[in-house]
């Protein structure tokens, strides 16, 4: 009854539902995986998101690793024929996956022709349960995992690691402030009762989501039921905790990036607060759009100083951080770094302006019909949003948007700003002035040597 139900909502008012991304249809299997399924216009083709509740924040520093070795160790092959006789079989069925581990979730992601999206899932049910870990296998995904973190973990990329050497801003930052580990999970430290561990207390299907996007099969409810319900569910790990106290870090830094170069990068991060309850989170996104524009009309259009600056937010941890960021020739650092110290002190003065922020909030609302387009992307759309999906809908953005008042951009661009934040400067070691300046001064030094080399020489006759 319950997949003829489905069937219903899913065919007879797919067309409706195509032009309304956010209204998914998704219920929950006997075993209590998670199934989302949505029409959409391109019906030779589906996008498959398959997400496991398990990822880097779930283990400790010297664990982290883990459920990535895992999820290369489950490309390993189901047979005698191994990791190629796998990917003969999905090429077979005209299908790519792939997998990626981040902080939150484990997600295998696949590329098909809707004529084989059955097929397809088999396959991927049989790597998810069928999967022979032994030695041999761990062996060669410990390399591949060691060598996509850079390689063998020396004494000295351990000690580069701790001094910030060549990691990007925002992870030194992190790592600094706590919220990041200061040294690499020891991959070949890692055996096969942990990973067959981390599979059997996470690799569950109350623990998943089963995201389908495209030219659905009409059959698709009755084949889930007779196949992906028959896993047996467990009782959910916990997740940890995320550590909320922050550590001190020094206000400026400078990161050294490269050997050789004229170029510079000026990161300004500032960490972003809890906002009053009147104060919706999209404000701080309509902040970050405004300084992106207040960054491209200062530091390009008046001064020329960066082709490119932006604006980012990204989280770490449980904690936000709003950065103001621009590519620069290394003699502009300090005057680009004044520049927007003085942009910073004219907004917390007098305010975002009414009819800027009014244009880019409107542009803003605008993008969203937009910035989701193809199978894949609103697959991927549904994958990054999952904490918000809640009776059938996924929250829209564009609502939340269209919410957000002047006074309450201002208000909270003014707490986002109340701390002085954290300066981090990429460039390499040396400029090209300074290479020559050396050159010369070895020169220099050289012919002197040898000059009184020869002086020494002369009066020792």
């Not at 009414?354 to 910035?371: K, M, N, V």
């Amino acid at each position: 009854m319950r997949c003829l139900l489905l069937l219903c909502l899913l065919f007879t008012c797919a067309q409706s539902q195509a032009l309304d991304r956010f209204k998914v249809e998704g219920y929950l299997l006997p075993n209590g995986l998670q199934v989302l399924m949505k029409p959409g216009d391109e019906r030779g083709h589906v996008a498959i998101r398959l997400v496991v509740g398990v990822g880097f924040d779930d283990f400790p520093c010297n664990q982290r690793e883990l459920p990535h070795l895992l999820e290369h160790l489950l490309f390993s092959g189901i047979d005698g024929s191994g990791e190629g006789g796998l990917e003969e079989r999905m090429q077979a069925l005209g299908g790519e996956w792939n997998a990626f581990t981040s902080d939150s979730d484990t997600t295998f992601v696949i590329e098909a022709p809707a004529a084989n999206q059955r097929k397809v899932l088999d396959l991927l049910l049989e790597v998810v349960t069928q999967t022979h870990i032994d030695q041999k296998a761990l062996d060669i995904s410990r390399r591949i995992v060691e060598r996509e973190d850079g390689g063998h973990y020396s004494h000295l990329q351990r000690w580069l690691d701790k001094q910030g050497v060549g990691h990007a801003a925002s992870d030194q930052l992190a790592t600094e402030l706590g919220l990041k580990c200061s040294e690499r999970s020891p991959v070949r430290d890692m055996t096969l009762e942990q990973v067959e561990a981390v599979r059997k207390d996470w690799y569950a299907p109350n623990n998943m989501t089963l995201i389908i996007v495209g030219g659905l099969d009409k059959l698709m409810p009755a084949y889930l039921e007779r196949t992906w319900a028959s896993l047996a569910a467990i009782k959910p790990t916990d997740h940890p905790d995320i550590p909320v106290t922050l550590h001190s870090a020094l206000y400026e830094r400078n990161l050294t990036h490269g050997w050789l170069g004229d170029g510079a990068k000026l990161h300004w991060f500032f960490p972003e607060p809890a906002l009053d309850d009147q104060v919706p989170d999209a404000a701080l996104d309509l902040v970050q759009v405004y300084m992106e524009w207040a960054l491209y009309k200062e530091l390009r259009l008046d001064h020329e100083l960066s082709y490119g600056p932006w604006s980012q937010r990204e989280a770490l941890g449980d904690t936000g951080l709003l950065s103001l960021n621009a590519d620069l020739d290394r003699a502009d650092v300090d005057r680009a770094r004044t520049l927007v110290a003085n942009m910073i002190a004219r907004l917390k003065k007098d305010g975002l302006e009414g009819a800027t922020f009014e244009r880019l909030r409107q542009a803003a609302i605008s993008r969203q019909a937009w910035s989701v387009q193809g199978n894949s992307q609103l697959a991927d759309f549904y994958w990054n949003a999952l904490p918000t999906y809640e009776k059938g809908r996924f929250e829209d953005p564009t609502r939340s948007l269209k919410k957000v008042t002047l006074a309450q951009a201002d208000a909270a661009m003014r707490q986002v700003f109340a701390s002085r934040g954290y300066v981090r400067i990429e460039q390499p070691l040396l400029s090209y002035d300074q290479l020559y300046s050396l050159i010369v001064a070895g020169a220099v030094l050289l012919v002197l040597l040898l000059l009184g080399w020869a002086t020494w020489r002369l009066k020792h006759r």
